[in-house]
């Protein structure tokens, strides 16, 4: 039986409960291999705030490492921001544009 709740979804199999979260930035970036120095969400809010962030900014970002903080970048710009980030290391690149869009 599954119990839709905001952002989440609760399913009880025959002995325990399970909760299906909402994909988000912050779980994002706890699954994340960390390859690089991972911001995690205290230090993005601090980021977003410092910066005045919200939908329609433009942002550059200078090294896109794991794209961690790319993502919560999109996200406090999107829908109309534009976010420009580049890695130099092409062993971190990898395929980021895939991985944020």
Not at 18 to 23: A, H
Not at 24 to 34: A, K, Q
Not at 62 to 85: F, K, M, N, Q, W
Request: with cysteine.
């Amino acid at each position: 039986r599954q119990v839709k709740t905001k952002g989440r979804k609760r399913t009880r199999n025959t002995t325990d409960y399970m909760y299906i979260m909402s994909f988000s930035p912050e779980i994002w970036t706890e699954s994340l291999s960390h390859r690089t120095q991972i911001l995690y969400t205290t230090d993005n809010s601090v980021i977003v705030g410092n910066l005045h962030l919200k939908p329609g900014c433009r942002v550059a970002e200078s090294g896109t490492g794991s794209g961690s903080l790319s993502h919560v970048l999109a996200r406090a710009i999107c829908p109309e921001g534009h976010l420009d980030t580049y890695e130099f290391n092409d062993h971190r690149d990898g395929n980021k544009i895939e991985t944020l869009k």
